[in-house]
């Protein structure tokens, strides 16, 4: 399910203002600009400090990564690579230079390029790894800003209560609003709280686990393009890369491929039936 993240955020977020409304409280009294501005526009600034500006443009696609999830198809990706293995085996690995152009993916069509070039299997071990190395820091450091970022919220949820208490303590002469102000200061302290465990951290989090199944992903097709230049069988690479999947995945994958296909009888013979 790729929206369980946006799904989780939303239900934790409707929890708390749910919460508010059965305590008898007004949700919109959580709706304090100052507050906002401290915590969100402090956070903000705190991880802009932290990293680098092209990493914070980045940022709305992270959030559009994290909600939709990836789109990876490991199913089909076995049956393009098997595909190639198969005339790779029947025409020679120079017929594979037909088949890039239907290849979507950058990472597997530069591996069967290497390959149609001849370039020995070390080298291309190792210029692939350098590009999964390169994706898995890329991915660490996008995970590692939200991460940030769940950090500082908290702390700057604190700093912006201590500020609204120090404007209650300024106002000790209208006892009349110290409540109503003292209720106000601490929402900052919600703010932080809030958006660090609710949004922030659950982010880092998804987006950690994204990283790891894209990481598997490119190491199977790491394995099927070394595969398919060494002339492995199809009905071994098959296997092999099978166990890149999940136990439930693998169990499906085969029931689907054992179950028989159903030929249309023709007009003919089954009339003549």
Request: aromatic share 6%; charged share 20%; proline share 4%.
């Amino acid at each position: 399910m790729k929206a369980n993240t946006a799904i989780g955020i939303g239900a934790g977020l409707f929890c708390v203002l749910l919460s508010v409304i059965l305590e008898g409280g007004n949700p919109m009294a959580l709706f304090e600009i100052p507050a906002f501005v401290i915590v969100i526009g402090g956070t903000g600034a705190a991880a802009f400090a932290s990293t680098t500006l092209e990493q914070m443009k980045h940022i709305p696609a992270l959030y559009k990564k994290a909600f939709r999830g990836n789109d990876l198809d490991h199913h089909a990706a076995i049956e393009q690579m098997v595909g190639m293995a198969e005339k790779a085996r029947r025409d020679g690995l120079l017929a594979l230079e037909d088949q890039l152009a239907k290849v979507d993916d950058e990472f597997t069509r530069k591996g069967v390029q290497l390959v149609v070039d001849g370039t020995d299997s070390d080298l291309v071990r190792s210029i692939l790894n350098s590009d999964i190395d390169g994706m898995a820091a890329r991915h660490k450091a996008n995970a590692h800003l939200f991460a940030v970022a769940g950090g500082f919220a908290p702390t700057l949820g604190i700093i912006g209560t201590v500020l609204g208490l120090v404007h209650v303590l300024e106002n000790l002469s209208t006892p009349n609003k110290l409540g109503a102000a003292i209720a106000g200061a601490f929402i900052a302290t919600l703010y932080g709280v809030g958006s660090a465990n609710l949004i922030f951290l659950p982010v880092a989090n998804k987006l950690k686990e994204l990283a790891g199944e894209e990481l598997l992903y490119r190491e199977m097709q790491l394995e099927a393009v070394l595969a398919i230049q060494a002339g492995d069988n199809p009905r071994m690479l098959t296997e092999k890369l099978e166990t890149f999947l999940p136990p439930e995945s693998r169990a499906a994958r085969r029931n689907t491929k054992a179950e028989p296909v159903s030929v249309p009888m023709p007009e003919s013979e089954a009339e003549a039936a």
